[in-house]
């Protein structure tokens, strides 16, 4: 089956770049989407098809998709970006959904 | 107001079986994809199951066979039967819209309900 291999976390400080990787055999070749989950709450949609935000989602997200690796890059990072993120594709061979083990992103 | 809301959830013994039901409200329920996805407490996310609007399903080997998906377009409603629980289908279980185009994204989710499987 398909896996998707994220690292457990990052960490980053107030103002600055984060980036969250996504590891999965020609990633590239699918469509990613990106999740962002905070404590006590349900997942929020921040990215979809590798790099489209939906509306309500600030700028400062964005994708990127190619070869082995998805990337969620979020710019100016805010204290109230700390939270879990999940990446997630259709894998279309076996019609099944698969998500990413999750990182965690602390603001330091 | 757009929203999903979850209902249904709570104790079970192993082996048991339990009715989950998803009520949603302002958006046409008929045209979209829907599925379950769950999350163990501590842990990370894993889809249970999808209907799309053709009422075709799909489900990950580790649910196939006792669990059931289903939905009434008529009251804009979706179902999740569970059967023959085990102490592993223990978790938060979201309902969750698909956000159409067909790459299975999810852009509205429910706030979860519990289900405990323990005797």
């Known amino acids: 089956s398909y896996v998707l291999t994220q690292p457990p976390s990052v960490s980053v400080a107030p103002g600055k770049t984060a980036k969250i990787t996504c590891g999965g055999n020609?990633?590239?070749?699918?469509?990613v989407h990106w999740y962002q989950q905070k404590p006590g709450q349900a997942p929020v949609l921040v990215v979809y098809d590798d790099s489209d935000r939906p509306s309500g989602i600030p700028e400062r997200f964005s994708g990127s998709n190619s070869g082995n690796t998805a990337t969620l890059t979020i710019s100016g990072v805010e204290a109230g970006d700390e939270a879990d993120y999940y990446c997630q594709v259709w894998d279309s061979d076996s019609d099944l959904v698969v998500f990413g083990g999750g990182t965690k992103l602390t603001v330091l | 107001e757009v929203q999903l809301v979850e209902s249904g959830g709570g104790l079970v013994q192993p082996g048991g079986s339990l009715r989950l039901s998803c009520a949603a409200s302002?958006?046409?329920?008929?045209?979209?994809?829907m599925h379950w996805v769950r999350q163990a407490t501590g842990k990370g996310l894993e889809w249970v199951s999808a209907i799309g609007t053709a009422d075709d399903t799909y489900y990950p080997g580790s649910v196939k066979g006792r669990f059931t998906i289903s939905r009434e377009d008529a009251k804009s409603s979706l179902s999740l039967e569970m059967n023959s629980l085990r102490a592993g289908d223990t978790a938060v279980y979201y309902c969750a819209r698909d956000g159409g185009g067909g790459n299975w994204s999810f852009d509205l989710w429910g706030r979860g309900t519990l289900v405990t499987v323990s005797s």
């Open positions: 302002g958006f046409t329920f008929s045209n979209y994809d």
């Open positions: 020609k990633i590239g070749s699918k469509n």
